[in-house]
DNA sequence: GCGACAG
DNA sequence: ATCTTGTCGC
């Protein structure tokens, strides 16, 4: 049954300790595996692919932010500032684009490694209020149970909306790779373990690097991407979700293309708006 | 005091 | 994240 749980919402009011606190209750909620009848990788990119259920082919959303800053000085009476978020959300369905939008809010509190969701989750929730269809899997660029409380970005708002979510990091907030993570073949996946930085027994497996894209014979090195389940989806799925999504680029499509609408929409914003 | 960590 | 030039490789 699907219980959204806004009253997890992220509130920036809270004290660090509160959203500390708000993040190990979200974690305990979450769901680090895969639905019952879980999600194929394969029809998500391939429009002709069968589903077992044989209905239509899955839409797969990507979130991302780009920033509205000021670096002005001036004005700021109370130490607030006038720096805003946008987030831009983009839909795909069988490899093509259907919906594209986005939402800005101001920026309430700093960035602080570990408390992202309650800078950035205020306009990724608003934006995703805007969108007309319900896509079946979201996309977020962060981590997802990669977290010090299992709490990332991606399980923090696939909780609040009790939605199928993934993080795509492009850089490892904590645990450990199992194996040596250098100029790694494109396809390969090597498992994130916790250590005891993380909220969970060590050892346990908390996700995936996953190298999406490898240049074939020169100097130069692609980073792998980490990563790990949001909620209700499994660390394997996960990974074979992102590699399916992600055929020439780095990142998987709906994520690159949300990267580039946020900035796109930015524009919007700065001319439209005073 | 040291550690050092998504976007 | 954002601010930017240049450099590399396809």
Redesign the pocket.
Known sequence: MMTPRPDLAPDATLSRGEMETLQREIADVAVFADDDPPLEPETLSNPLAATSTGGEPPIVAGV????L?DSDDSGDEDGGTDDRALSAVVAMQAGEVIERVFAVTPLEIP?I?????FREGRPILDALEELSVEPDLYLF???GRI?FRQA??ATHMGVVRDVPSI?V??????GSPREDLENLPAGTTIPIEATDRVDAPEGTLLGYAVQTKQ??????YVNPLYVSPGHRVGPETAAEVVLALSEGYKLPEPVRLADSY??EA?GEVVDGGE
Do not use: M, N, V, W
């Open positions: 991302d932010q780009s920033f800053l960035y490694p570990g408390l992202l969701s660029d962060g981590s977290h990332g970005i993080g990091a492009k850089s490892l907030l904590c240049y074939e014979s020169s100097s130069r946020a900035t930015k």
